[in-house]
């Protein structure tokens, strides 16, 4: 019989794989998003470097926790102890970042709408997409037709009665010397895509409080570990029922 409980070490690297799975899946996201991690910088954003490092460490300590389980060593439980500790610090740390970076974007949206919309101008893949967004969501531009310049898209063709994602379209004329549709949207589509980004700061706020909450959880159980193994230790390798725990 093992120094630790069957069941709670069966348990605790069960949650150890889970997380190990987690973090190859955050790392296969940074490579997913890291196209548009300029974008995401200009407006206040935080640098898509720290999913890197957090995606490495879920795994990292997952890996870690397995580890010390199998073995039953005190020194090496010890060590995962000092990450559950660590991390729920941190995860508390980057939650209230996540936070404050929500609010910073925000204003970013809200005062430097035009000068990011000439960013998105200069990029192909990032003027296609607010093509699309102006399609959904029935806007123009990022803080306005400007953005556009003098030959405003089919998308931003505005047509009264049609409700988008801000109720009823509110249209306007097409200013003179400007090709495109006599009839454009009025709005911007600034709140529309903040409305996507907010959604991610909430996920991201969510997965670091759930997670400084996890590795409390970890924290303990891992305590627990520890104390039966230096109980067996002390018993000279015999088993100790579990009435006490």
Same mark, same amino acid.
């Given at each position: 019989m093992g120094k630790i409980n069957g069941c709670i070490k069966c348990l605790f690297i069960f949650f150890n !794989?889970?997380?190990a799975i987690l973090g190859c899946m955050l790392m296969f996201a940074a490579v997913k998003v890291s196209a548009y991690s300029l974008m995401f910088s200009e407006i206040g954003g935080p640098n898509l470097v720290w999913i890197w490092v957090f995606a490495i460490g879920v795994l990292g300590i997952s890996i870690l926790g397995i580890v010390a389980a199998c073995c039953e060593k005190e020194l090496i439980l010890k060590v995962f102890a000092g990450f559950m500790g660590v991390g729920m610090i941190i995860m508390l740390i980057f939650?209230?970042?996540?936070? !404050?970076?929500?609010?910073?974007?925000?204003?970013?949206?809200d005062s430097t709408a035009s000068e990011f919309g000439k960013i998105i101008m200069n990029h192909n893949e990032l003027r296609d997409m607010l093509d699309s967004f102006q399609q959904s969501g029935?806007?123009?531009?990022?803080?306005?037709?400007?953005?556009?310049?003098?030959?405003i898209p089919v998308s931003c063709e505005c047509s009264s009665g049609v409700y988008g994602s801000f109720g009823e379209s509110t249209c306007k004329q097409k200013p003179q010397g400007i090709s495109g549709p006599d009839q454009i949207y009025a709005k911007g589509c600034g709140e529309f895509i903040f409305m996507y980004i907010d959604i991610l700061f909430q996920v991201s706020m969510g997965f670091c409080f759930g997670f400084a909450v996890t590795a409390l959880l970890g924290l303990l159980i891992t305590i627990l570990m520890i104390h039966q193994v230096k109980r067996y230790d002390s018993s000279g390798g015999t088993s100790i029922a579990m009435k006490g725990y």
């Open positions: !794989v889970l997380f939650g209230i970042i996540v936070v !404050v970076a929500r609010n910073e974007v925000k204003k970013g949206f029935h806007c123009c531009g990022l803080g306005g037709f400007a953005d556009w310049g003098d030959k």
